[in-house]
């Protein structure tokens, strides 16, 4: 116990030291660099043009050729739809020569994020290798930190249950032994005066542990009882099912290396019930000038298991992918026009609630989106330690995991009853979100009274374990 706390203290002092020092970096282009590589290599390069204009010196070229300051950059870079609807002539104009392809909004970057990535585009080699130095000296800290951490216990619950079985098994037995003894005993037609005492003296022994006999029994009833619950709790666990999909499309590449948000492909999570697989619009949005893979990345995995002889055969397959998605959905990539039916990729669903089942994405990653972000900080979601990287994708991670590190999703929880209710149970309502503020300000007032003013307000206070909310 003792020692865990320590390697706590341990693991926050060093989680400062590291806070602070990227406050030290914040101003500089090795943190705009790792932003750009994040955020903008989907559709940008410093040098030539991609699925966007060429980027290098951008906010200089920007004021000798158009006369636009650093708040025009960045204004756009927040939110180019917002620019070119307010009627911006220039938005409008690159809009219009970039034949109207849509660039992402990044309103989660702060005017301290957009400054560093204009600083990288001013001077991309000198950003690049202090973003070098900086990883290797969090690599360093972090192995520290990692070698601070002690293996914790565990299993002490699991070891008492196995005890009271193996006291519960001879309880049962001894009991049966005597009552197999008086059976035969009485089914000798007259007792001998040994038999009689023996049979006398059971019923004594009987009366005289009738009460342990009746906890033991009790004890049964609540196992039994358990096993029911426990079953329905974990009822269809499809931890890690992974099927095989029609195109070999991998989240890594998009999710991670690319850093496209979760919510450019999945845009319906925010508004409604589901979240939606993108159509092959989406896909096209890029994939008309993306044609082939010429990324760094590859799967090692995939040579190592013989699949491909090295990493440039599997580079091969993904631009062999990228061209079975422009088949499938009658591209022609030659002319850049459909030229086949348009049809839709029929990707095989991975999460499935039954019917019965009510769950909405709007629910958690709205209302819900601070509360389980301060759960993954606090640590009360199971593996919060490597949800939590400060990724504005971090709310989809504590349900789906870290879906930007795989390449095909599997579940990476059980997705049970039981699943949902721990989470309810253990996560502290965001009490300051609009609607939560508007209809449960008295409940909460109430709590505060009976309570105090730090009583936690978890999901389960605010009707999250009845049934009615989650079944129809
Ligand atoms: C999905 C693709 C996409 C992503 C990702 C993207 N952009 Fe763009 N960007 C574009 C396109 C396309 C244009 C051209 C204007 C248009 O069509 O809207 C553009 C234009 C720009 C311009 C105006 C350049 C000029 O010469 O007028 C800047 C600056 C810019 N982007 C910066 C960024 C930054 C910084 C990031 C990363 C934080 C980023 N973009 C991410 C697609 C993208
Ligand atoms: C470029 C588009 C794109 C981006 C970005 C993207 N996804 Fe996906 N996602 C897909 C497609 C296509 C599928 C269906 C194929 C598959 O399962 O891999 C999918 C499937 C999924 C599934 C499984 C759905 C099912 O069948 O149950 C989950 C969960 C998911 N994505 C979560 C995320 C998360 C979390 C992120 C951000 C880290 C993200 N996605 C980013 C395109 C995208
Ligand atoms: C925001 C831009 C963007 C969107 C949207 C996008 N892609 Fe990609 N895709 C890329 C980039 C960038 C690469 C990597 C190219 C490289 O590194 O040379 C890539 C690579 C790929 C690859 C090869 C690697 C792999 O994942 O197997 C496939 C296949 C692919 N995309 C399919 C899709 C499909 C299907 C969709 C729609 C669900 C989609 N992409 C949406 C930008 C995008
Ligand atoms: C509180 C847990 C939770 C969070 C947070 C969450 N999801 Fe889900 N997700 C689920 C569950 C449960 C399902 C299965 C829903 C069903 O079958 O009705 C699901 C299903 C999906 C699917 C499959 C298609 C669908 O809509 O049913 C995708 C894609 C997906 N989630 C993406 C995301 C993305 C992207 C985010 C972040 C913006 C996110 N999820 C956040 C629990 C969550
Ligand atoms: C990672 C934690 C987490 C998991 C897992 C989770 N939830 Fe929730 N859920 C929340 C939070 C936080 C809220 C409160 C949102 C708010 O402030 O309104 C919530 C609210 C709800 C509500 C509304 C409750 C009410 O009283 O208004 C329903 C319904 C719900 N969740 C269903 C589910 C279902 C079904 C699952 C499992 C498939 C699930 N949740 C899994 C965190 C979670
Ligand atoms: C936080 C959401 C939530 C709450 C509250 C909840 N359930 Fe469930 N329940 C689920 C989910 C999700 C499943 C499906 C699990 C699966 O498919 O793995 C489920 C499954 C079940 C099943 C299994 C049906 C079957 O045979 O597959 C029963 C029965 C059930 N719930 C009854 C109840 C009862 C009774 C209550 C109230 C005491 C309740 N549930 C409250 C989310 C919830």
Known sequence: MKARFLTRIRLWSAAVVMATFSLVQAQDAGKGYELFEQNCTACHQIDGKLIGPELRNVEKRLQDEQGLGKEWLHAWIKDNKALRESGDAYANKVYAEYNNTEMLIFSGLSEGDIDNILAYTADPDGGKAAADEAKAKAEEEAKAAKAATSQGGGGADTGIV?????????????????????????????????????????????????????????????????????????????????????????????????????????????????????????????????KEYK??????????????????????????????????????????????????????????????????????????????????????????????????????????????????????????????????????????NEYNKEYYAELHEKLKKQYGDATKITVDAIGGLECGKCHY
């Not at 974990?234 to 919510?263: L, N, R, T």
């Not at 799967?299 to 992918?321: I, N, P, Q, R, W």
């Not at 509360?371 to 789906?400: M, R, W, Y």
Request: hydrophobic share 40%.
């Open 162 to 290: 196995a005890v009271g079985f193996v006291v519960l098994g001879v309880l049962l037995l001894w009991i049966l032994m005597r009552v197999n003894a008086l059976a035969k005993a009485t089914s000798l037609n007259e007792l001998d005066p040994a038999v009689a005492k023996s049979a006398k003296s059971f019923s004594e022994t009987f009366d005289k542990y009738k009460k342990v006999a009746g906890l033991a029994v009790g004890v049964l009833a609540f196992f039994a009882l358990f096993n029911v619950y426990w079953g329905l709790m974990g009822i269809g666990v499809d931890k890690g099912y992974e099927p095989e999909q029609p195109i070999y499309f991998s989240h890594k590449v998009h999710a991670g290396i690319q850093g496209v948000d979760c919510q450019y492909c999945h845009s319906s999570a925010k508004y409604g019930k589901v979240s939606g697989i993108p159509s092959t619009n989406v896909c096209m949005n890029c994939h008309k000038s993306i």
């Open 295 to 432: 990324g760094e990345y590859f799967e090692e995995e995939l040579v190592a298991s013989g699949k491909f002889a090295d990493g440039a055969e599997v580079k091969k397959f993904y631009t062999g992918e990228i061209q079975k998605m422009y088949k499938a959905i009658g591209w022609n990539p030659e002319t850049n026009t459909y030229d086949g039916p348009q049809k839709p990729i029929e990707w095989i669903r991975i999460h499935n609630m039954p019917d019965f089942v009510f769950f909405s994405h709007a629910q958690h990653v709205v209302a819900g989106e601070q509360a389980i972000l301060k759960a993954i900080k606090e640590g009360t979601i199971p593996n919060s330690k490597e949800l939590n990287i400060g990724s504005g994708d971090q709310v989809c991670f504590a349900c789906h995991g870290r879906v930007d590190e795989m390449n095909e999703v599997k579940m990476a929880n059980d997705f049970t009853m039981g699943w949902c209710i721990e989470c309810h149970r253990t996560t502290e309502v965001d009490m300051d």
